[in-house]
């Protein structure tokens, strides 16, 4: 019984993870919109543009009080938590 739930949490985890990949690129594109990277060589264009870091700080600097941040952040925490719990009880 408990190996059950424990993959339920597990899969649970992994559609929030998911659900998180997805609001951040919402805000990959917001930041590509209003500040792309600023070099001429494709490849680090690229690379700048998917620096994760990069782009919460440039998001958070051009749009201050945006809820999409706090919903990629509570998203990532509870697939994390899930995911170990669900491991946790499918031993």
């Given at each position: ?53 990069r ?24 697939a ?12």
């Amino acid at each position: 019984m408990k190996g059950g739930i424990g993959l339920g949490l597990v899969v649970i985890g992994m559609f929030l993870w998911i659900a998180a990949i997805f609001v951040f690129s919402g805000l990959t594109r917001d930041v590509a919109r209003v500040a792309p990277p600023k070099t001429n060589r494709p490849l680090l264009n690229l690379l700048e543009t998917n620096d994760l870091g990069r782009v919460w700080r440039e998001h958070k600097r051009h749009f201050p009080n945006n809820r999409r941040r706090k919903a990629v952040a509570i998203l990532t925490v509870a697939a994390a938590l899930c995911a170990y719990l669900g491991f946790y009880l499918s031993k």
